[in-house]
């Protein structure tokens, strides 16, 4: 009886040890990460180059992304299959204009939506804008996790699944340079999407920016 006894204490010693070290501990970034986070949020003028690769439901299609951001306007140009030649998107204060090679200009409010409507496909321009630099979009719910290093590695935000990967330093910033961002769409799904960044280079600073 006493050796039943002492068994039951191990095995519930044994289950408490358990849950303890499988329940997941929340941690609080350090101060210099805060302030790195900080730092590329308040970035005023960037331009990155990168391939990117398109897969939904019915087609797949891959392109060269150009993105130019300043704090007064954004600038998109795919060149490739994916934008059927060349299409470049602007977006500022008035609103946000795609042309695509042979000079048709398409006008709406919302990127996103313009993009679905001239490309078919449904590209999340506005928390990729934050996720391209490791972070999560400010003013949206999300859960995140980060990495040993403090870099976000994973987020869910408004309905997007994001994988942030090979962390790379450019001009001493540490960005992500493969990101893959998939719809919370079930696969076979009409709306379902995946998107796979692969960054090539990054420009920061540019005063003048010209595509």
């Not at 392109?63 to 795919?78: G, Q």
């Not at 769409?185 to 990054?202: N, P, S, T």
Request: aromatic share 8%.
């Amino acid at each position: 009886m006493i050796k039943l006894t002492a068994t039951a204490l191990l095995l519930s010693t044994s289950l408490l040890i358990g849950a303890c070290a499988s329940k997941p501990i929340k941690t609080e970034l350090p101060s210099d990460e805060l302030s790195r986070q900080a730092e590329l949020a308040n970035l005023g003028y960037w331009q990155l180059h990168a391939r990117i690769g398109l897969r939904s439901k019915n087609r797949s299609g891959s392109a060269t992304l150009i993105w130019e951001e300043t704090p007064k306007s954004r600038k998109l140009r795919l060149i490739g299959p994916l934008g059927g030649g060349v299409i470049q998107l602007q977006q500022d204060a008035k609103g946000v204009t795609i042309t695509d090679s042979t000079g048709k200009v398409w006008i709406d409010n919302n990127a996103e939506d313009l993009i679905l409507r001239v490309t078919g496909w449904q590209i999340p321009v506005s928390g990729l804008r934050w996720w391209l630099l490791g972070l999560v979009e400010p003013g949206s719910k999300a859960a995140s996790t980060f990495g040993r290093s403090q870099n976000l590695n994973r987020v869910q935000q408004d309905g997007w699944n994001v994988t942030l990967d090979n962390y790379t330093l450019y001009d001493d910033y540490r960005l992500p340079a493969a990101i893959v961002v998939e719809s919370e769409y079930d696969k076979d799904h009409e709306r379902y999407l995946r998107a796979k960044l692969i960054i090539k280079d990054w420009k920061f600073d540019i005063k003048e920016p010209k595509l």
